[in-house]
């Protein structure tokens, strides 16, 4: 995240992360839902299924060379990791120190899971297990990436104005935090963009003269992802994680 924090800057990352998270998707779709890539497999350690065992040993690969390091990068299973292996610059720490570890990343594996996968994948089974679980794994990444910017959220809306911040943190009103970062005129663009580029990007190409939908004309079943999912998505998850992670930052910002 750039050094120079500004509301405006924050939520252009945020809107890059969308497009990060619509490929993922769109690209997971291509997969039927091998739910077997989720069940317990016989032979493995405690019974983990094989998406649990790639998203472990992915990270520990990523670790060691070097990920992890910055506050909106948070692993799924932060118990396994090692140091990197190489050094590297370093990044500009423009949040407070605990910012690593505030994470929601076991929710958001609940609700990738649980929610979401049914919604956009056809109930079928290919096989192609290892593809399959490396594609959830690009999903998980972007999704607690977009999510955990909410910590650099929080901090320029606690810059901009410590005075309304401070005594609610204070008096660790959970509630009328929420109420103070909540825009909800940003949350519905936030919802329409999103849709939209679910719609722009999921489209068929074709050569072939006005075979293309025109914008205002779309015809959402073609589309490689629902773009209602991904409305959907932000509305019910995407969104209020990112506010959880906004607030638990801010409660102890004054630490
Ligand atoms: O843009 C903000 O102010 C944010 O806090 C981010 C975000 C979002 O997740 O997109 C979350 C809460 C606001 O109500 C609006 C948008």
């Known amino acids: ?10 939520r252009d990352a945020l809107i890059r992360e969308e497009d990060s998270i619509v490929f993922a998707l769109i690209e997971r779709a291509r997969r039927p839902r091998n739910a077997a890539a989720y069940a317990p497999a016989a032979g ?6 094989l998406a649990e065992f790639f998203v472990r040993e992915a990270e520990v690969l990523q670790a060691k060379a070097g990920h992890y390091q910055k506050p909106e990068d948070v692993p799924f299973f932060p118990q396994d990791l090692l140091s990197p292996l190489f050094p590297s610059k370093g990044y500009s720490k423009v949040l407070h120190s605990f910012a690593s570890s505030v994470s929601v990343n076991d929710a958001i ?21 290892a593809e399959t679980v490396a ?8 999704l607690s990436r977009r999510i955990h910017y909410g910590k650099y959220v929080a901090e320029v809306k606690f810059k901009d104005a410590p005075q309304d911040y401070s005594p609610l943190i204070h008096a660790k009103d959970t509630d009328a935090l929420m109420n103070l970062l909540t825009f ?9 963009s999103v849709e939209k ?23 959402d079943s073609v589309c490689k992802v ?3 999912v991904l409305s959907e998505l932000y509305d ?11 607030v638990e930052y801010l409660l102890r910002r004054l630490d």
């Open 236 to 246: 019910q998850w995407v969104m209020p994680l990112t506010k959880d992670v906004e």
């Open 184 to 192: 909800k005129a940003v949350e519905e663009k936030v919802k329409k």
């Open 44 to 49: 493995a350690d405690d019974g983990r299924s």
């Open 135 to 142: 594609l959830d794994f690009a999903c998980l990444k972007a």
């Open 197 to 219: 580029k679910a719609r722009i990007f999921g489209q068929n190409v074709t050569l072939e003269d006005g075979a293309d939908k025109q914008e205002g004309n779309e015809d």
């Open 109 to 129: 594996w609940k609700m990738y899971f649980n929610e979401l996968l049914p919604l956009f994948t056809v109930d079928d089974d290919d096989d192609y297990y």
């Open 1 to 10: 995240m750039a050094e120079q924090l500004s509301l405006a800057a924050v």
């Open 226 to 228: 629902n773009p209602k």
